[in-house]
């Protein structure tokens, strides 16, 4: 069975870094044509790509947040990690992993999510 | 680069069938069959419905289908029924390994 699940702090401050834990089992990130997004939604609000990592090491991210994104992984622990930088009130979100296929543009399964808290 | 554009909301009454719309680009939506749908209750994660425009999981009911008409992509659910009372989210691939999301619709079931 296939499963991911976030980690991460509950609150950040703004001007401060987030970084965010995925920690997959069911599958190796190892595995060749595997691997993992981050997707985000604000309260209330819709869901917004952030960036994903293949097993190739291959990543890409969201244009408009690039600049403050890294996206890495460990493959001995399973896990993929996201750093956000600069955070600000408008990133409170909840904070979601999911599976992706190199090559196969969806998602599928999401980790539970991880709300995360912009706030002084 | 913005969302794709959903309804915010339809509604339907229960045996009825309804269609979301999710209108893109050219850059988008009309030059890749890679529009995946999600489903989202409440509270919970988003579950993936229909992936390449039209292709079902394995688990989802057949009662979900998905098309694409130009930069226009749609998922019908047929045989309306209260379980399907939820957000669902489109989301094409959009180039240089980007995706992007729809801005989601709200479907009640009546």
């Known amino acids: 069975q296939v499963t991911l699940k976030e980690s991460g702090p509950v609150l950040v401050k703004p001007t401060e870094t987030l970084t965010l834990t995925c920690t997959v089992s069911?599958?190796?990130?190892?595995?060749?044509?595997?691997?993992v997004s981050w997707i985000r939604q604000p309260p209330g609000k819709a869901l917004e790509w952030l960036a994903h990592?293949?097993?190739?090491?291959?990543?890409s991210y969201s244009t408009s947040l690039k600049s403050r994104l890294t996206i890495s992984k460990d493959t001995s622990k399973s896990q993929v990690v996201l750093t956000m930088t600069n955070m600000d009130p408008v990133d409170t979100a909840t904070y979601y992993c999911?599976?992706?296929?190199?090559?196969?543009?969806?998602?599928?399964?999401w980790g539970q999510g991880t709300l995360v808290t912009v706030s002084s | 680069q913005s969302a794709l554009t959903q309804p915010a909301s339809v509604s339907g009454s229960p045996g009825q069938s309804i269609t979301i719309s999710c209108t893109g680009t050219s850059s988008d939506v009309g030059s890749y069959n890679l529009v995946s749908w999600y489903q989202q209750h409440p509270g919970k994660a988003p579950k993936l419905m229909i992936y390449?425009?039209?292709k079902r999981p394995s688990g989802v009911s057949n009662r979900f289908s998905g098309s694409k008409s130009g930069n226009t992509a749609s998922l019908t659910i047929s045989g309306l029924q209260a379980e399907d009372e939820a957000d669902y989210y489109c989301?094409?691939?959009?180039?240089?390994?980007?995706?992007?999301f729809g801005g989601g619709t709200k479907l009640t079931v009546l």
């Open positions: 999911a599976r992706m296929g190199a090559g196969a543009w969806w998602f599928d399964p």
């Open positions: 069911g599958f190796s990130l190892s595995n060749a044509r595997m691997g």
């Open positions: 990592i293949f097993s190739n090491d291959e990543k």
């Open positions: 989301c094409s691939y959009a180039g240089s390994s980007t995706l992007r």
């Open positions: 390449e425009v039209s």
